[in-house]
């Protein structure tokens, strides 16, 4: 994958852009260092753009990077093909990756390995076919031992059923379609632990809400409330409908003989493994959007509050001055709304400068501040002083901020 193409497109910005902040990234430079001082290399991407290409790098180039560890170890296991090598290069998230690798990667002593470890793999494989003709639990005595610790039939039984189990949880197409309509018809619920209880979480001891309608602050309430050990919460997915689409992926026709042990299979694959994973997974995701969310929304609000009038009822010019890229010059209008910006270079911005700017195309600004003594005297903010100009009648003054 070109890490940088990608980016480019995502953030809709210019490729030379790209390559220099990651350029600019990898030499150790912070974000608000490249968003201040290096906008010339970047083409002006503001901080708000860096810090998303910031987050994209950083996750493509693990993505990257586990490609390669999973490729590495299917390949190690000699059951590496050239379809499942274009499905985990083609993959776009660490979700999809993770889900191609699991049938793969070396598990813990799980119910269906100790269950492969007793030699009831083949009867799995007979369960699967479902062209048994004779009864199962007939098939199964064949898989008797004491040696083996199989007792007797029904223990064979179970074994076979765990593999089975086991093996429709690593089916990466299935894991993926029980997300999404999770997602799509799932809800979150809460119960209180203790409905007598005071607590500020009242209003979510008896709540249910769609996971597709799910407000951020709910979110991480409902997380606060749960690690508090005041709530429990659980996501309720749709699982008569799962377990038909299970059904019907696995049934291939009608054997009576294997028929209820495949049900019973496919209900433990779908309860005991994958919906606690696709649960997790799923509230992971929703707590860091709700996080982000609240970021931006804390965002916002500390931008209004810091473009609040600075001298209220008044039109006020500020002047940012800078030697080496030249002063910037802003009108903020009497509602804190900035109504002009302008760029001019570092040696036209004198008083008549400032002047002329005003007369063209502000004349209804009656102060400017002049900060041009700080080139030469500015000795700290303790012996601060400016010369405060009012323009109709010419009269000045003299601040004192000691």
């Given at each position: 994958?070109?890490?940088?193409?990608?980016?480019?497109?995502?953030?809709?910005?210019?490729?030379?852009?790209?390559?220099?902040?990651?350029?600019?990234?990898?030499?150790?430079?912070?974000?608000?260092?490249?968003?201040?001082?290096?906008?010339?290399?970047?083409?002006?991407?503001?901080?708000?753009?860096?810090?998303?290409?910031?987050?994209?790098?950083?996750?493509?180039?693990?993505?990257?990077?586990?490609?390669?560890?999973?490729?590495?170890?299917?390949?190690?296991?000699?059951?590496?093909?050239?379809?499942?090598?274009?499905?985990?290069?083609?993959?776009?998230?660490?979700?999809?990756?993770?889900?191609?690798y699991r049938p793969y990667r070396p598990k813990r002593?799980?119910?269906?390995?100790?269950?492969?470890?007793?030699?009831?793999?083949?009867?799995?494989?007979?369960?699967?076919?479902?062209?048994?003709?004779?009864?199962?639990?007939?098939?199964?005595?064949?898989?008797?031992?004491?040696?083996?610790?199989?007792?007797?039939?029904?223990?064979?039984?179970?074994?076979?059923?765990?593999?089975?189990?086991?093996?429709?949880?690593?089916?990466?197409?299935?894991?993926?379609?029980?997300?999404?309509?999770?997602?799509?018809?799932?809800?979150?619920?809460?119960?209180?632990?203790?409905?007598?209880?005071?607590?500020?979480?009242?209003?979510?001891?008896?709540?249910?809400?769609?996971?597709?309608?799910?407000?951020?602050?709910?979110?991480?309430?409902?997380?606060?409330?749960?690690?508090?050990?005041?709530?429990t919460v659980k996501i309720e997915a749709p699982e008569?409908?799962?377990?038909?689409?299970?059904?019907?992926?696995?049934?291939?026709?009608?054997?009576?003989?294997?028929?209820?042990?495949?049900?019973?299979?496919?209900?433990?694959?779908?309860?005991?493994?994958?919906?606690?994973?696709?649960?997790?997974?799923?509230?992971?995701?929703?707590?860091?959007?709700?996080?982000?969310?609240?970021?931006?929304?804390?965002?916002?609000?500390?931008?209004?509050?810091?473009?609040?009038?600075?001298?209220?009822?008044?039109?006020?010019?500020?002047?940012?001055?800078?030697?080496?890229?030249?002063?910037?010059?802003?009108?903020?209008?009497?509602?804190?709304?900035?109504?002009?910006?302008?760029?001019?270079?570092?040696?036209?911005?004198?008083?008549?400068?400032?002047?002329?700017?005003?007369?063209?195309?502000?004349?209804?600004?009656?102060?400017?501040?002049?900060?041009?003594?700080?080139?030469?005297?500015?000795?700290?903010?303790?012996?601060?002083?400016?010369?405060?100009?009012?323009?109709?009648?010419?009269?000045?003054?003299?601040?004192?901020?000691?």
């Amino acid at each position: 994958m070109d890490i940088n193409q990608k980016l480019t497109e995502e953030l809709e910005v210019k490729r030379w852009q790209v390559d220099a902040a990651v350029k600019l990234i990898d030499e150790g430079n912070t974000i608000p260092f490249i968003s201040r001082y290096r906008k010339e290399a970047t083409g002006s991407l503001n901080d708000e753009q860096l810090r998303k290409l910031h987050e994209r790098l950083v996750y493509l180039r693990n993505l990257e990077e586990k490609k390669e560890q999973v490729l590495s170890s299917i390949e190690e296991q000699g059951k590496l093909t050239e379809e499942l090598k274009s499905q985990i290069l083609e993959a776009g998230t660490l979700v999809v990756v993770e889900d191609l690798y699991r049938p793969y990667r070396p598990k813990r002593r799980t119910r269906a390995t100790i269950a492969k470890e007793k030699g009831l793999e083949p009867l799995a494989a007979v369960i699967i076919l479902q062209k048994l003709k004779m009864p199962l639990l007939e098939e199964a005595e064949k898989y008797v031992s004491e040696e083996k610790g199989v007792v007797c039939a029904e223990d064979a039984i179970a074994g076979a059923k765990d593999i089975i189990a086991e093996s429709i949880s690593d089916e990466a197409d299935y894991r993926s379609w029980i997300r999404k309509i999770t997602m799509k018809k799932g809800k979150l619920i809460s119960t209180a632990k203790d409905p007598e209880a005071e607590s500020v979480y009242e209003m979510y001891y008896e709540f249910e809400e769609p996971l597709s309608k799910l407000a951020g602050h709910r979110i991480l309430a409902l997380n606060r409330g749960e690690k508090e050990k005041i709530l429990t919460v659980k996501i309720e997915a749709p699982e008569e409908e799962i377990l038909g689409y299970l059904e019907k992926q696995i049934f291939h026709g009608k054997n009576l003989d294997t028929e209820q042990a495949l049900k019973e299979a496919v209900e433990d694959s779908y309860k005991r493994l994958i919906g606690p994973a696709i649960e997790r997974e799923i509230r992971s995701d929703l707590t860091e959007k709700a996080e982000n969310g609240a970021i931006e929304v804390f965002g916002k609000n500390l931008h209004q509050l810091l473009m609040q009038p600075p001298i209220t009822g008044q039109v006020v010019l500020g002047w940012d001055p800078a030697f080496r890229t030249g002063c910037k010059l802003a009108v903020v209008d009497p509602t804190g709304k900035d109504c002009h910006l302008s760029d001019c270079p570092d040696d036209s911005c004198k008083d008549q400068s400032i002047e002329r700017f005003i007369e063209k195309d502000h004349s209804e600004i009656s102060y400017y501040v002049d900060f041009a003594w700080k080139r030469n005297s500015i000795q700290g903010v303790r012996a601060v002083y400016c010369g405060a100009v009012k323009r109709d009648s010419g009269e000045s003054a003299v601040c004192d901020r000691q």
